[in-house]
């Protein structure tokens, strides 16, 4: 980025003097230590903000044509005078050469911006570092959260969250103040020891997408296994024939379908399967095992790798044709029809075959690339409840009964046919129809009006054997207490 684009304003700051909430941090002088990419960034923000801001340089006259015009760059001594809350915005190892400045930092409050580049590096936290070296000081650890693009750009371009943590309630109720007036949302962690958590939390590599991915991966292993000995080992054996050419697309192509509607049936499994424990036990204030309340908390990964799956298996599907060995094949079979005399080979059901199961197949992929869609924060957000819940929920149910739809559609009869069994292994679109026809069936069954009935009460807050207490009167007029059963 240029330095012209460095110091240029990027964001107003008119929407936040009329909070009552935040004007006592408004138009206040922050200092800044340091003046890497994270500095200057925060400079500009702080500036676009309202704050008067003064930088603490080693080499102010160097450093001064990065930042903006109106923060005022000086020598570190100069900058902490000025000001009493500082950002300090230098890594760990440089804590040190702060130490000079300690007579003049005392009573100041210093926020700790930094980072670490593995998780639990130290057996301290750099917060809590800090404050060891700077005892008199009051250290807060905030906005290590917040990218140098999100500080430029802005918080709806970004996180807008910020976590604080602090032994000092005024220290942290300062900082949160300041965060408002820049567009952030503070989040209070508790005190010091959580700085430790913080600092881990922007090095963790998708941490929700963990299990789903392994999870997406195991299955295209198991397919693609399956339909390698299927497609490329079975005519090897039985034929002599080569067909290892079909690896990178054909096999692949009838792989990644297998796991999109796996996928997809795994985000409404764990739901049919929280309703049955709930049923069963007639409660909803029973905990879920781990394994389900984790399952349960990774549907959104898991629906969106499926959409994931589904769209490569578009593409690949789009590819078939331009392939040198499609080519060769159609040639082929031209000669023969040639050779045999054989001028008419339509073929009516396989015709309507092929064409329901494409029509199908892009109402599938619509479905879910809406499903893929709402399930973004930015879009999500601008949803209500009943909204975000029946795309989620009603259309993501009937996306799975589309899909179905599209599976069968390429079966048709043809999983009736003995010369499709290779090795005796049924082909791989019947075993991806257990999963998926066990949710739509217990759906169906959920749906009855009984069942249903009593699926509701139970989330209502019903629960089976809960004993009541009445009143009734004596035959002498006199009242006494008793208990009955709820589910009488």
């Known amino acids: 980025m240029s330095r012209g684009d460095m110091a240029k304003p990027l964001l107003g700051h ?64 100069e900058a902490v005078k000025k000001t009493d809350v500082i950002f300090v915005a230098v890594f760990r190892e440089h804590y040190s050469t702060l130490c000079d400045l300690a007579d003049v930092l005392a009573g100041k409050i210093l926020v700790d911006v930094s980072n670490n580049t593995e998780i639990n590096h130290h057996k301290e936290s750099n917060a809590e570092y800090l404050a060891s070296l700077f005892p008199a000081c009051t250290v807060v650890k905030g906005f290590n959260v917040v990218s140098a693009w999100t500080l430029q750009s802005g918080a709806r371009d970004g996180n807008k969250q910020v976590l604080i943590c602090s032994n000092n309630q005024e220290a942290k109720r300062t900082v949160a103040e300041i965060a408002q007036v820049m567009g952030f949302t ?29 999870l997406a991966l195991g299955l295209f292993l198991c397919f693609f296994t399956y339909n390698l000995i299927r497609q490329v080992i079975h005519p090897f054996i039985r034929e002599q024939k080569n067909k290892l050419y079909k690896i990178p697309i054909e096999v692949v192509n009838t792989t990644l379908p297998c796991v999109s509607y796996v996928m997809l049936s795994l ?38 790798l499926s959409f994931f799956c589904a769209a490569l298996h578009a593409v690949y599907s789009l590819c078939l044709p331009m392939r040198r060995s499609h080519r060769y094949l159609l040639i082929e079979t031209a000669v023969k029809q040639a050779v045999e005399k054989k001028m008419n080979i339509w073929v009516e059901e396989e015709v309507w075959r092929m064409e329901i199961y494409i029509s199908v197949g892009i109402i599938a992929l619509g479905l879910l ?22 795309i989620q929920s009603s ?60 699926l509701l009460r139970i989330r209502r807050g019903w629960e089976k054997g809960r004993y009541v207490k009445f009143v009734l009167p004596s035959a002498t007029g006199e009242y006494s207490s008793g208990e009955t059963s709820s589910n009488v």
């Open 369 to 390: 690339s809406l499903l893929a869609i709402t399930s973004l924060p930015s879009i999500a957000n601008s949803l209500n409840w009943r909204e975000f819940s029946f």
């Open 395 to 454: 259309l993501g149910f009937i996306a799975l009964v589309v899909s179905t739809l599209h599976t069968l559609t390429y079966g048709w009869s043809r999983a009736f046919d003995e010369n499709q069994y290779k090795f005796y292994l049924p082909p791989t679109y019947t075993l991806t129809l257990l999963v998926p026809c066990t949710v739509i069936i217990a759906k169906v069954i959920f749906s009855l009006p009984c069942i249903r009935h009593r």
């Open 186 to 214: 503070p989040v209070d962690m508790g005190c010091m020891s959580s700085a430790c958590e913080i600092e881990n939390i922007p090095l963790r590599l998708l941490p929700a997408w963990k299990i789903p991915i392994f």
């Open 14 to 77: 008119g929407s936040t003097e009329g909070d009552p909430s935040v004007t006592p941090a408004y138009g206040r002088t922050i200092g800044v230590l340091g003046s890497g990419d994270f500095a200057r960034s925060l400079a500009i923000r702080l500036v676009c903000s309202g704050f008067k801001v003064v930088v603490g340089s080693r080499n102010p006259k160097r450093k001064a044509s990065l930042f903006p015009s109106a923060a005022e760059v000086t020598f570190q001594a």
């Open 267 to 304: 985000v409404y499994l764990p739901g049919v399967l929280a309703a049955c424990s709930q049923l069963y036990y007639g409660t909803k204030y029973r905990r879920f095992p781990d394994w389900l309340d984790q399952w349960l908390q990774h549907r959104k990964q898991i629906g969106l």
